[in-house]
């Protein structure tokens, strides 16, 4: 079996994806210090696979203890590289924290792939880099704008390191851009699990639903779109893992035309906030208690994608619905809520 060594591999990404994975034929090993995550979600991951999952609790900006992971794993042939701060807000308030994280993590993790010949690299990547687009949908040429967040920018930064390095190395690479991934995985065994109060609408949702919350709120309802709430491009997220297992298979059987290949994962498909809710609350028989406040700053009006180069190169078809995100979404809250479920204590 190809083994493969997933970064942040106890996130909400990296936990699909590893099932995923080795749903289809691959061995997997992780890497994630948990500095922004629970190691004890691999339990779940362990229960839909059947198989041990070993995570090595390693700082990627370490560098010797980086190459010691990949020295101890000599058969590792691709690497998916999620560890990355992502959350916007707070890249804001502390800018240099993201930028030190995310960068000299890339740069370690690439060092290896070089030092180890490890040819075939994913990189996450988000449809924040494309700032605040002149015209939906998006493609994957469409103007990079500049970024409206340093985490943001450290994708945009991430991407042009990866495309200048393949230039001086054997490494084949395809940059995934995430549009919003939500929903979890329908064993209900995994699923999102935000770290203190949540920045993202679903959990928001789910949160307010089941009391963590008291009331949410929608950040603008005055914007240029059909209802005046923001337009983005919802994804399920096993979706999305599923578009990492073709992106491996599309490199090592060398069906790749260049050495750095991006591609847009969204549904295709642009939702408001307010139509989310609506789809929350019908979907799951639920009334939400959310009040209208201000604009959120930072918010790009409305993106979605053009999915379409994804769906022809990779042969990827998205095939959760938007009901399936919001029943997922919803039954994992309610699993996290079960008595004493061990990852409801916050670490
Ligand atoms: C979606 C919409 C909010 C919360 C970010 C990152 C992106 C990716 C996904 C990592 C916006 C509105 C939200 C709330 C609200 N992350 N909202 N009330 O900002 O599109 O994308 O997360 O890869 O890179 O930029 O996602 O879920 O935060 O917001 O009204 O309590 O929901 O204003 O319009 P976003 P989001």
Not at 129 to 155: F, H, L, M, Q, R
Not at 262 to 289: A, D, H, P, Q, R
Request: proline residues 4%; aromatic residues 8%; neutral net charge.
């Amino acid at each position: 079996m190809n083994k493969i060594l997933v970064t942040g591999g106890c996130g909400y990404i990296g936990t699909h994806t590893i099932v995923d994975l080795i749903q289809n034929g691959y061995e997997v090993i992780s890497i994630d210090n948990n500095s922004k995550s629970n190691p004890a979600i691999l339990a779940g991951v362990e229960k839909i696979v059947g198989k041990k999952i070993i995570n090595y609790p390693v700082d990627l900006c370490d560098f010797e203890s980086t190459r010691s992971v990949f020295k101890n794993n000599e058969d590792i042939v691709g690497v998916i590289h999620f560890a990355a701060f992502k959350a916007v807000g707070e890249s804001v308030q502390q800018p240099l924290t993201y930028f030190e994280n995310n960068i000299t993590s890339l740069v370690n993790i690439l060092k290896c792939c070089e030092l180890f010949s490890i040819n075939h690299f994913v990189f996450s990547s988000s449809c924040t880099v494309y700032g605040d687009p002149d015209s939906i949908p998006v493609t994957e040429n469409s103007p990079i704008k500049p970024a409206t967040s340093p985490y943001g920018y450290t994708k945009q930064v991430g991407e042009n390191i990866i495309q200048q390095t393949v230039k001086s190395n054997n490494i084949q690479s395809i940059l995934l851009r995430y549009f919003n991934p939500v929903g979890a995985h329908p064993s209900i065994e995994i699923g999102e699990v935000p770290l203190g109060k949540p920045a993202n609408l679903v959990p928001a949702i789910t949160q307010t639903a089941i009391g963590k919350i008291a009331q949410m709120h929608v950040f603008g309802t005055d914007y240029p779109t059909r209802d005046g709430s923001c337009v983005r491009d919802y994804i399920h997220v096993c979706d999305i893992a599923h578009a990492h297992t073709l992106a491996l298979n599309y490199l090592i059987e060398k069906r790749n035309q260049s050495n750095c290949e991006v591609f847009n994962l969204g549904s295709g498909n642009g939702y408001t906030v307010l139509e989310l809710i609506k789809s929350f609350e019908k979907v799951n028989n639920i009334s939400l208690n959310y009040t209208i406040s201000g604009r959120r700053s930072g918010d790009v009006v409305g993106i979605f994608a053009n999915n379409e180069k994804a769906t022809e190169v990779l042969k990827w078809t998205p095939k959760y619905s938007l009901e399936d995100m919001m029943t997922t979404a919803w039954k994992w809250e309610l699993k996290l809520k079960e008595n004493n479920h061990f990852l409801s204590k916050q670490i």
